[in-house]
T-cell receptor, first 112, second 114 residues
């Protein structure tokens, strides 16, 4: 079963605007990762945040984690048409095994 | 080289056919994975290999048979598939099975079962 639910399911914004995607999960985690997937292609790792971290930055990406609410958000600032993709969170919800469970994903469309 | 390659890119097969998907990486990674992804859904883990040994099998039907002949190669043998097995099959690798290791994904094989 899916561990993460992402919100919104789809998002359409203009180039230059910021995009925020949210991920909620059900059980305690040690790590949460965000991935990007261009249409019908493989996934690209964006950022990993540990359960003892609250915020991480990587270029135009900012990820926050609130373990008390079991939620994470991904912010993409100054979006570009090339950011058009699906974004997935993934959590290591199965302790003792190396198993990441992917959320439902947010489909982002950035209009030029 | 941070590339995972997968062949073929597309595969169409009948329900009685036997085919294989191939995945290769030359990053020295010791963990390799197969995922299945249906349209507009997240990837679902199928198998995990660590040091060429099967570590995780997510209760995948026996018509899917993985094989890891060496540390760089991962195969998925397909036999007697059903139309509902049509999906994008993704291979990934990571340095090891440490949860903080990044998984590198291949572009996938789009499989259609007729």
């Amino acid at each position: 079963s899916q561990q993460g639910e992402e919100d919104p399911q789809a998002l359409s914004i203009q180039e230059g605007e910021n995009a925020t995607m949210n991920c909620s999960y059900k059980t305690s985690i040690n790590n949460l990762q965000w991935y990007r997937q261009n249409s019908g292609r493989g996934l690209v790792h964006l950022i990993l945040i540990r359960s003892n971290e609250r915020e991480k930055h990587s270029g135009r990406l900012r990820v926050t984690l609130d373990t008390s609410k079991k939620s994470s958000s991904l912010l993409i600032t100054a979006s570009r048409a090339a950011d058009t993709a699906s974004y997935f969170c993934a959590t290591d919800a199965d302790p003792g095994t190396y198993k990441y469970i992917f959320g439902t994903g947010t489909r982002l469309k950035v209009l030029a | 080289d941070t590339e995972v390659t997968q062949t073929p890119k597309h595969l169409v097969m009948g329900m009685t056919n036997k085919k294989s998907l191939k995945c290769e990486q030359h990053m020295g990674h010791r963990a390799m994975y197969w995922y299945k992804q249906k349209a507009k859904k997240p990837p679902e883990l199928m198998f995990v290999y660590s040091y060429e040994k099967l570590s995780i099998n997510e209760s995948v039907p026996s018509r899917f048979s993985p094989e890891c002949p060496n540390s760089s190669l991962l195969n998925l043998h397909l036999h007697a598939l059903q139309p509902e097995d049509s999906a994008l099959y993704l291979c990934a690798s990571s340095q090891s099975l440490v949860p903080t290791d990044t998984q590198y994904f291949g572009p996938g094989t789009r499989l259609t079962v007729l």
